[in-house]
Nanobody, 122 residues
Framework: QVQLVESGGGSVQTGGSLRLSCVAS???????MAWFRQAPGKEREGVAG????????FSADSVKGRFTVSIDYAKSTLFLQMHSLQPEDTAMYYC????????????????WGQGTQVNVSS
């Protein structure tokens, strides 16, 4: 069974930074992992992901220049480094894995973590 466990969330002020981690187990690394987030009353949206065969990354326009996604294959861990956090970034952040495709479409992802909360205050 694939298990994804997120950590690193917390509360910061506007402009602060956080690094989220997602430890994966039981995953064959085929072939994409990504971060999603969901704020109360809003739809879950894709944030950033990694195409595992090459390590190539992609991200949503809303976070480009502020968030960086990376993968440590040896530690089976996906990271999301977040800088210049804004109140609009407040959400539950989820780690997800796909064996079928690589994009930021919600339907693509089969495996999900339980989420880690990020709160950004003004």
């Amino acid at each position: 069974q694939v298990q994804l466990v997120e950590s690193g969330g917390g509360s910061v002020q506007t402009g602060g930074s956080l690094r989220l981690s997602c430890v994966a187990s039981g995953y064959t690394w085929r072939y994409c992992m990504a971060w999603f987030r969901q704020a109360p009353g809003k739809e879950r949206e894709g944030v950033a992901g990694v195409y595992l065969p090459t390590g190539s990354t992609f991200s949503a326009d809303s976070v480009k220049g502020r968030f960086t996604v990376s993968i440590d294959y040896a530690k089976s861990t996906l990271f999301l480094q977040m800088h210049s956090l804004q109140p609009e970034d407040t959400a539950m952040y989820y780690c997800a894995a796909s064996r079928a495709a690589c994009n930021l479409d919600l339907i693509t992802y089969t495996y999900w973590g339980q989420g880690t909360q990020v709160n950004v205050s003004s």
